[in-house]
């Protein structure tokens, strides 16, 4: 008896850095975290570090079309 055949489709691999660096809302729109927060922050105000946790909305095109390509199955947080 011959063997069905079937039509595979592959899976993507994710991108960890990207994954890890970005998120998606629940309208779908791209965020990412801020850079400078790893060291050197000894003289840097208060506010200005508490500012740097939050997470920022990406702007270009381009930018969230590389990250889409980058990490397929980015989800939604939460």
Same mark, same amino acid.
């Given at each position: 008896?011959? $063997?069905?055949? *079937?039509? #595979?489709?592959? @899976? &993507?691999?994710?991108?960890?850095?990207?994954?890890?660096?970005? =998120?998606?809302?629940?309208?779908?729109?791209?965020?990412?975290?801020?850079?400078?927060?790893?060291?050197? $922050?000894?003289? *840097?105000? #208060?506010?200005? @570090? &508490?500012?740097?946790?939050?997470?920022?909305?990406?702007?270009? =095109?381009?930018?969230?079309?590389?990250?889409?390509?980058?990490?397929?199955?980015?989800?939604?947080?939460?």
């Amino acid at each position: 008896m011959p $063997r069905k055949q *079937t039509t #595979k489709k592959y @899976k &993507l691999k994710t991108h960890k850095a990207t994954s890890k660096r970005f =998120r998606v809302t629940g309208t779908g729109v791209v965020m990412r975290t801020k850079g400078g927060k790893s060291h050197l $922050r000894r003289r *840097t105000p #208060k506010r200005v @570090k &508490l500012l740097l946790s939050e997470m920022i909305p990406v702007k270009g =095109r381009g930018i969230i079309q590389r990250v889409h390509r980058l990490a397929p199955y980015l989800k939604k947080a939460g």
